[in-house]
């Protein structure tokens, strides 16, 4: 699981903001709602959401299909922290799988680290749709969900997702099919 990070991902740690930046030629940016609309105000737009999350994740992966779920934890140390109550309910089975020293890589005075755990799941449409409604809500961030041989991720964030996939091209055609859920901003953002 993951063997392929290194491969796919040279020299980055799975930052999701920093990723973006450093593979700009694979990434694109999906919008959750229409005219860019940051958070829902209701349950159809949550099922907007939800269902433009299934509709990319549905086009990288055949219904059950593997696919690896990586979350994070933060403690000012390298130990493991606790993890969040609504990641241990959600993703029971996740092992840690990487630490990162966040202060080495942002700077700054306070030692602090992100803690990123990794499980592997079946995934059909709706697998994921408590998680990603826990990060449209902003109630927790910092997930990704990875292709185990590390082809692909999918960043969820409260506004949309950010998908970095294993070429230009296939960048391109997933872009193409969903023009109208894109950034107007000539930065994609």
């Known amino acids: 699981m993951l063997a392929n990070w290194d491969k796919y991902f040279p020299e980055c740690e799975p930052l999701a903001h920093l990723m973006r930046d450093r593979f700009r030629s694979r990434w694109v940016r999906f919008h959750s709602l229409p005219e860019s609309k940051r958070y829902p105000e209701n349950e159809e737009e949550m099922q907007t959401i939800l269902a433009r999350h299934n509709t990319i994740l549905g086009e990288m992966l055949e219904q059950k299909t593997s696919v690896v779920l990586l979350t ?112 107007d901003r000539p930065d994609g953002l």
């Not at 799988?97 to 803690?115: C, L, P, S």
């Open 72 to 183: 994070t934890g933060y403690a000012e140390s390298a130990d493991p922290p606790s993890r969040y109550p609504e990641l241990l309910t959600l993703d029971p089975t996740a092992v840690s799988w990487r630490e990162v020293a966040m202060h080495k890589i942002e700077g700054g005075n306070e030692q602090y680290y992100w803690h990123i755990s990794a499980s592997l799941w079946e995934w059909q449409p709706g697998t994921f749709d408590p998680l990603v409604r826990l990060v449209a809500e902003d109630q927790i961030a910092n997930v990704m969900m990875v292709h185990p041989d590390c082809k692909w991720i999918l960043h969820p964030y409260d506004g949309g997702m950010d998908v970095i996939l294993e070429s230009n091209a296939a960048r391109q055609r997933l872009k193409s099919a969903h023009l109208d859920w894109l950034s």
